[in-house]
């Protein structure tokens, strides 16, 4: 049952670890399958060294287990919250990868300070801001991928275009047409977050690129006009 | 004698090493067995590349060598301490891992700042006060130990809860229900205390994340009502 | 038809990656050969994994492809500027490495800290202005370039001397006698922009070395009289 | 002629290499055969990665080369001198290791911030005054060696104790008993001047640890009532 999907997103969380972007088992990404509804996703607690294709779990998008012998990820109602909200998501990928999380523990939105972050966002990566009580208190898996989801439509993103949000005093989640897009999205997320930082450190009046730049970089990559890459 | 708690102290001493959280010889790993009163720890000095099961040393919790052809680490008085104060922890981890070494260096404790942290740590890493002269020129390992214990004691602290201590101005010591866990909290720790840094310089005024999220992370993870992993 | 030089500049591809200075596809490095008036880079968006010779697209200096089934890297017209513009030189590469770029993005040249700058850049390492709006919706890549040569020659330096610029919210552009001396030199900025941020970081007053230290060591590896290395 | 000698500067060399303190060729290892007065050390520029025994050069402590088919390291002066003024040491490193580097771009004294420290370093490590333009212009690398020489004898500092110095806007110079003690105390000073990098940057008020915990620290490790190690 959807062997390929699952092959593919047990080869998006073995990547997270070779990426260096997860410690022990601090991350999970899930893949979709939109035809027939069905969400991928790894099984909650289980170590990148042992993990298999029988470690994957499929759910329907209301959280029915339709086949596995684990409980899956304990994210998993944030991944189908995002993709009930977004049918243009194909994976999703969250890691407590450290300059990310650095960021979201900061509460900040990263700027676009260069063309490294245009390349892939097109725009501010957006922090969430703190959940509240009864948002953590409830369903708080649930209310973590609304409360992404709120994050996204109130500033009118693109989720394709800025794909990934980080949660304020969490961590990043990051999507993409796949999983292993979002994986990619997110091992930049890290590498933009890192060089923001130091951005700041060597001139704390430095400024975001101008919207021209971040344009002609975005577009250079994505879209019907892109020019870079292989036809 | 021991053979099996001997193993898993040498496995755990190696981990350190695999884990980067220590060049040379600086780090020790040791654990205990409550039954018989017996801690086995590794031997003062020598070189992870040719550690093996035979430089573990066996002592009883006055200190006394029991087994073995080496001296016990230096630190061995402050590892026996914790263990006669703490009789729920099964095993002690001491490095000098740059991160947590430098919040120690600066005598700060940790702020809960995120998820990451409240996983694993439910609430504040707490750092002792500076050493006294008098505690520092007598029986020092011992007054360390005694030290960590009164840090522990007097915020009213579940030693298995905060499994772990910055001593001001030397490093971290950190504990577990057994050796492995030991090493595995002294990771966390490490990471924990890393992201914190880059909170602080990403936002000077950064704030710990609520008593309500701490919780939910805290208890996703341990106690009855876990639901993170696997059952 | 000029294997030599695709060797090189293939090999000068893998280097930036074994370095790691690049991570997926984010940079570029290219040689010319001179009396024929060819310059050899990378094709566009290939993975490093992959990359072998026959990825070495072949262009005259007005970009034409002279050979080579694939697209060559986005970054062609800004190479082929440079080569315009200054005859001594014999490769360049272009990289989002984390240091150079923070200091890119942060629109600040990197002052002379210290005799390990001293040795392989005669001065300040400059940065750009940041690129006009009317530069960057039109020909980009050329005007890329085009900025680079008006900061080297208004700032009268000598390209071969001060062998790299940073473009203001982009990155580092770096060149050499040949392909190889520019990842060289390249790989030594990252490490010059890393210790200068340490730098001031340690001591927000800084001071740069003196003039006299400076031609000490550039000219201690450099020149008729320099005395570093075997004869 | 010396081949023991030979075979330990050649193994520290590579050491160097090996712990990530020098990337190309950025550094040089000496040692000393104090009966015959002859000094091995490497060839200037040659890479790690071909070094041979047949790169070992020796020389005389006026510099002549006695034995060698390569020029000597263009350090070389400066550890003669330092050869000559401190007796009681047996071997030298050279590293442009980042962070000891970057303090030594600061022109900062490293404060004794932990036990880290203490244990191999008996107080704070001197950075030297900035060159001055006439001892730059002459006999530069021989006014190097003097200027360590002198901050270390203006602090009465005993050389064995605090074995190595930052030489302002350069970096370090470390020794110790033989060539293979050098190189560890230089992977300590790396280790330190990170570790109080961050110290500083967690706390700006960070302050130095007392003159009891230091003097327990580094006499744990050092003179006639040592404890640490094996007998």
């Known amino acids: 049952m959807l062997e390929i999907l699952k092959k593919e997103v047990l080869e998006a969380n073995l990547e997270i670890k070779n990426k260096g972007m997860v410690i022990y088992t601090w991350g999970n990404v899930s893949g979709i ?13 289980v170590s990148y060294e042992e993990m298999t294709e029988d470690h994957m779990v499929v759910l329907d998008l209301e959280g029915n ?6 409980r899956p990820s304990s994210d998993t109602p944030t991944h189908l919250a995002l993709y009930k909200a ?11 990868s450290p300059w990310a999380t650095a960021w979201a523990q900061a509460s900040r939105d990263i700027p676009v300070y260069g063309t490294t972050h245009a390349d892939y966002f097109y725009g501010t990566i957006p922090c969430t801001r703190a959940m509240k009580e009864e948002e953590i208190k409830n369903d708080y898996e649930v209310q973590t991928g609304n409360l992404i989801i709120r994050t996204i ?6 989720p394709l275009k800025v794909p990934g949000v980080l949660v304020s005093g969490h961590g990043p989640f990051v999507w993409g047409k796949n999983p292993g897009e979002a994986v ?29 730049l971040l344009d002609r970089h975005y577009f250079r990559k994505h879209g019907s006009n892109a020019y870079y890459g292989q036809k």
Chains 1, 2, 3, 4 share one sequence.
């Open 153 to 158: 439509k109130e500033k009118g993103l693109d």
């Open 184 to 212: 990619y999205n997110a091992v930049v997320l890290e590498e933009v977050a890192k060089i923001a930082f130091m951005t700041e450190n060597i001139n704390s009046h430095a400024s975001p690129i101008c919207k021209a």
């Open 33 to 45: 399958d939109r035809r027939q509804g069905l969400v991928v996703i790894k099984a909650s607690g």
């Open 65 to 70: 287990v339709i086949e596995g012998r684990y």
């Open 86 to 96: 977004f049918p243009e998501i194909g994976g999703i990928t969250h890691t407590h």
